[in-house]
């Protein structure tokens, strides 16, 4: 939106300032008071969006804690959307974090607790029904992009119910700040099967559907529900699935992505932000992904994902099926996976060393460990999506460490609680030589008289930009090859790729300059696979620099409607 823009509303006084995505505060001009019925209900002072930025963040330097400051961005954005993201790019490094991981988690567990204002749509099972009419009563027309989310399995903290409801807001917050799509044009969604957790089940301030999660067939028939919904009232929308369990997360890509423009950020966007960062790690070992022995601590939707993607990377450098399925080794919480084991998902299989090749790695006959696979393989890459914090011990990552020249190693597993080390502690044990990535932000780490800063290896890289390509390129799917292509662009803004010293991945003060080029990337492979129309090169990277939406005020009159 360029700062010349003009907005006809029909909205005057109060009921403009209570328009988020309208009320400037007392940036509205004297000749703006005077057709918009205003005077009086604003001091005389006229200000500016840089003068109101100001005050806002001296307000936010008074909050005492984290979830404070997260409550108070959160007003701001239920009163003046411009004013918040504008904030928010000012202060980007310091303030992702308040809205985002880490402190999303607990905002979604407190959720009934703080909640101040209505924001998005919640579908009840009760109302499973008129899932079109719920539809309908969404605040704005024209939507690009829907987050959904079920509350069951947020981040680390697992089943917050309702309170899942604040990872669809988050998201679709960085999909504005980050990814520039007009706030107008996203729809936070939560999907309020009922909660497991007995904490919210017996809160009388819970907001949610008390009830036990539904299961089975009613819980299928309520996804379809909402689906069907949403391919009759929005059938262009790019629908993001966000935070749901593992037993749902892939057949709920598996069975959609082929409806509707569709995909699953905690498979695909774990994915693919985790092969980005692995081009950067690989440029300063100076060795390519046909070259590794991967382990995988997680072996659910995350690290099956990741595994994927760089199943695709290596089989691009001339690597044969049969020897990319020998460097893998993914780890569930039932131990290796193997060809011996009962219930292996369709892709847990593909994954699945030999059973008579791992036989002998059990330690006292159990369940094969990390510990016990890290003394039988010699790991290069060591990635960590099983929320379950500390299990890369000192022991484990020394071994890795005494075979392996240059570690890889990302505990990716949010919040920063959840993560299976820290990165003071993999640097020590690996003598300042492990090349780290995390789930959440790090503090840099001082070592051998350096400063070694941390990678944030977060999906907020790679789904905003997928929401700008498909707006920009009119991508009627989101395929895989358009996640790979991400990953690739990605990887090429990798700091590390000119100096081995730097973060593996880009600051976050870059970040518009890098999803402008990795939606780019997303943009041309959806056209290349044939999922959006064709056009030159030149063309489709005018229109994404073109769609990109700024925080800056229009100059608002009035008028029979709000332009879109």
Same mark, same amino acid.
């Given at each position: 939106?360029?700062?010349?823009?003009?907005?006809?509303?029909?909205?005057?006084?109060?009921?403009?300032?209570?328009?988020?995505?309208?009320?400037?505060?007392?940036?509205?001009?004297?000749?703006?008071?005077?057709?918009?019925?205003?005077?009086?209900?604003?001091?005389?002072?006229?200000?500016?969006?840089?003068?109101?930025?100001?005050?806002?963040?001296?307000?936010?330097?008074?909050?005492?804690?984290?979830?404070?400051?997260?409550?108070?961005?959160?007003?701001?954005?239920?009163?003046?959307?411009?004013?918040?993201?504008?904030?928010?790019?000012?202060?980007?490094?310091?303030?992702?974090?308040?809205?985002?991981?880490?402190?999303?988690?607990?905002?979604?567990?407190?959720?009934?607790?703080?909640?101040?204002?209505?924001?998005?749509?919640?579908?009840?099972?009760?109302?499973?029904?008129?899932?079109?009419?719920?539809?309908?009563?969404?605040?704005?027309?024209?939507?690009?992009?829907?987050?959904?989310?079920?509350?069951?399995?947020?981040?680390?903290?697992?089943?917050?119910?309702?309170?899942?409801?604040?990872?669809?807001?988050?998201?679709?917050?960085?999909?504005?700040?980050?990814?520039?799509?007009?706030?107008?044009?996203?729809?936070?969604?939560?999907?309020?099967?009922?909660?497991?957790? &007995? @904490?919210? =089940?017996?809160?009388? %301030?819970?907001?949610?559907?008390? $009830?036990? /999660?539904?299961?089975? !067939?009613? #819980?299928? *028939?309520?996804?379809?529900?909402?689906?069907?919904?949403?391919?009759?009232?929005? &059938? @262009?929308? =790019?629908?993001?699935? %966000?935070?749901?369990?593992?037993? $749902?997360? /892939?057949?709920?890509? !598996?069975? #959609?992505? *082929?409806?509707?423009?569709?995909?699953?950020?905690?498979?695909?966007?774990?994915?693919?932000?985790?092969?980005?960062?692995?081009?950067?790690?690989?440029?300063?070992?100076?060795?390519?992904?046909? !070259?590794?022995?991967?382990?995988?601590?997680?072996?659910?939707?995350?690290?099956?994902?990741?595994?994927?993607?760089?199943?695709?990377?290596?089989?691009?450098?001339?690597?044969?099926?049969?020897?990319?399925?020998?460097?893998?080794?993914?780890?569930?919480?039932?131990?290796?996976?193997?060809?011996?084991?009962?219930?292996?998902?369709?892709?847990?299989?593909?994954?699945?060393?030999?059973?008579?090749?791992?036989?002998?790695?059990?330690?006292?006959?159990?369940?094969?460990?990390?510990?016990?696979?890290?003394?039988?393989?010699?790991?290069?890459?060591?990635?960590?999506?099983?929320?379950?914090?500390?299990?890369?011990?000192?022991?484990?990552?020394?071994?890795?460490?005494?075979?392996?020249?240059?570690?890889?190693?990302?505990?990716?597993?949010?919040?920063?609680?959840?993560?299976?080390?820290?990165?003071?502690?993999?640097?020590?044990?690996?003598?300042?030589?492990?090349?780290?990535?995390?789930?959440?932000?790090?503090?840099?780490?001082?070592?051998?008289?350096?400063?070694?800063?941390?990678?944030?290896?977060?999906?907020?890289?790679?789904?905003?930009?997928?929401?700008?390509?498909?707006?920009?390129?009119?991508?009627?799917?989101?395929?895989?090859?358009?996640?790979?292509?991400?990953?690739?662009?990605?990887?090429?803004?990798?700091?590390?790729?000119?100096?081995?010293?730097?973060?593996?991945?880009?600051?976050?003060?870059?970040?518009?300059?890098?999803?402008?080029?990795?939606?780019?990337?997303?943009?041309?492979?959806?056209?290349?696979?044939?999922?959006?129309?064709?056009?030159?090169?030149?063309?489709?990277?005018?229109?994404?620099?073109?769609?990109?939406?700024?925080?800056?005020?229009?100059?608002?009159?009035?008028?029979?409607?709000?332009?879109?």
């Amino acid at each position: 939106m360029s700062s010349n823009a003009i907005r006809y509303t029909a909205l005057k006084g109060q009921e403009l300032l209570n328009t988020p995505l309208l009320n400037k505060g007392i940036a509205f001009t004297d000749d703006e008071r005077t057709g918009l019925g205003l005077h009086g209900l604003l001091p005389p002072s006229v200000e500016t969006l840089e003068q109101q930025c100001t005050r806002a963040y001296e307000a936010y330097q008074r909050k005492q804690d984290d979830l404070e400051r997260h409550i108070f961005l959160r007003a701001l954005q239920d009163r003046n959307e411009v004013l918040f993201y504008a904030l928010l790019c000012r202060h980007i490094a310091e303030m992702t974090p308040m809205i985002y991981t880490p402190v999303v988690a607990e905002a979604c567990k407190y959720f009934s607790h703080i909640y101040r204002h209505p924001r998005g749509l919640f579908f009840s099972y009760p109302l499973a029904g008129r899932m079109d009419q719920l539809l309908e009563n969404r605040p704005n027309r024209e939507v690009d992009v829907i987050v959904v989310s079920d509350g069951e399995r947020i981040l680390g903290i697992g089943d917050q119910g309702a309170g899942g409801m604040g990872i669809p807001i988050g998201n679709l917050s960085l999909y504005t700040l980050m990814g520039g799509v007009e706030p107008s044009r996203t729809l936070p969604i939560l999907l309020d099967a009922g909660t497991n957790n &007995p @904490d919210h =089940l017996r809160d009388p %301030e819970y907001i949610g559907w008390r $009830h036990e /999660r539904i299961a089975g !067939d009613a #819980y299928w *028939d309520f996804v379809d529900r909402f689906v069907t919904a949403v391919k009759r009232c929005l &059938p @262009d929308v =790019l629908l993001q699935w %966000e935070d749901f369990a593992k037993p $749902h997360a /892939r057949p709920i890509l !598996d069975k #959609y992505r *082929d409806q509707l423009c569709t995909f699953n950020d905690d498979i695909q966007g774990t994915a693919a932000v985790a092969v980005g960062a692995l081009y950067g790690a690989l440029k300063v070992t100076g060795t390519r992904f046909r !070259d590794q022995q991967l382990i995988i601590l997680g072996a659910g939707g995350a690290g099956t994902g990741i595994a994927e993607y760089i199943s695709t990377a290596m089989a691009a450098e001339g690597l044969p099926e049969a020897e990319i399925r020998e460097r893998f080794y993914l780890i569930a919480s039932s131990g290796l996976l193997h060809t011996g084991m009962a219930n292996l998902s369709p892709i847990q299989q593909k994954f699945a060393q030999p059973s008579e090749k791992v036989a002998g790695w059990r330690a006292g006959g159990g369940p094969i460990r990390l510990a016990d696979v890290m003394k039988h393989v010699r790991a290069t890459i060591l990635i960590g999506v099983s929320t379950e914090p500390g299990l890369f011990t000192e022991e484990i990552v020394r071994e890795m460490a005494r075979k392996a020249e240059r570690p890889i190693i990302f505990p990716l597993s949010n919040p920063g609680s959840r993560a299976e080390a820290v990165p003071a502690d993999l640097i020590r044990w690996t003598d300042g030589l492990a090349l780290v990535a995390t789930g959440s932000a790090f503090p840099p780490v001082s070592y051998g008289g350096r400063t070694i800063r941390i990678a944030q290896c977060n999906n907020f890289y790679i789904f905003p930009a997928v929401g700008l390509a498909v707006a920009a390129s009119r991508a009627r799917r989101v395929t895989d090859g358009m996640l790979v292509a991400a990953a690739r662009a990605l990887g090429e803004c990798s700091p590390a790729r000119i100096d081995s010293s730097a973060p593996l991945l880009p600051p976050l003060d870059e970040i518009h300059d890098v999803v402008i080029r990795v939606a780019t990337a997303i943009g041309a492979e959806a056209q290349r696979s044939g999922v959006a129309p064709r056009t030159t090169e030149d063309q489709l990277g005018r229109e994404v620099v073109e769609r990109f939406w700024w925080p800056q005020y229009p100059q608002i009159e009035p008028g029979g409607s709000v332009s879109q």
